[in-house]
């Protein structure tokens, strides 16, 4: 039996589809964020949001493109909650996940007054996927881990995965 999140992540395969880096993406986040839940000790429910946003976070990156040639935070935060509502729904997610989720998607660009253990868990996945990817310097990386991170696993992660002293 193919779990939700295996049919989830197909689902944004298929719809980034011709964007493999994109998908590489968004499976790095879903990986780490996984992790990151599990390690910090989050209840089932929370894990099954922060996984299902993880997998669909950057939904908005396309629509964002098609309207306005570009794809900035804001706008991804403004165009991803349709696609994965729609998505998600079509997919058999119950309300109460379709509704955090999408608020997560609408808030995950947005680093101020992060409340709620999977907004703080999926920044800190998305921030370790792209300082990777965006060839950030010690300097940034430091910077965004005092920063940004708050979970014991995400401050580790962080300093094994970039050489930083605690």
């Given amino acids: 039996m193919v779990s939700k999140s295996n049919r989830l992540i197909e689902a944004m ?4 589809g011709g964007d493999p880096k994109r998908c590489q993406h968004f499976i790095k986040v879903y990986q780490f964020a996984k992790m990151i839940g599990e390690r910090e000790g989050l209840d089932d429910k929370t894990q099954l949001i922060l996984e299902t946003a993880a997998i669909v976070h950057d939904i908005g990156i396309r629509p964002a493109l098609e309207k306005y040639g570009k794809s900035d935070g804001k706008l991804q935060e403004e165009e991803g909650p349709a696609p994965a509502r729609e998505m998600l729904v079509r997919l058999g997610y119950a309300k109460d996940i379709v509704e955090n989720v999408i608020w997560l998607i609408a808030h995950h660009h947005t680093y101020k007054n992060i409340q709620g253990s999977d907004y703080q868990i999926l920044v800190e996945a998305d ?3 792209n300082l990777y990817e965006d060839g950030c310097d ?8 005092d920063t940004i991170f708050r979970t014991q696993t995400g401050i580790r992660l962080c300093n094994l995965m970039f050489g930083l002293e605690s």
Avoid at 13 to 16: F, K, L, N, R, V
Avoid at 138 to 145: D, L
């Fill in 127 to 129: 921030f370790l996927v």
């Fill in 138 to 145: 010690q300097e940034a990386i430091r910077h965004t881990r």
């Fill in 13 to 16: 395969i298929s719809y980034d």
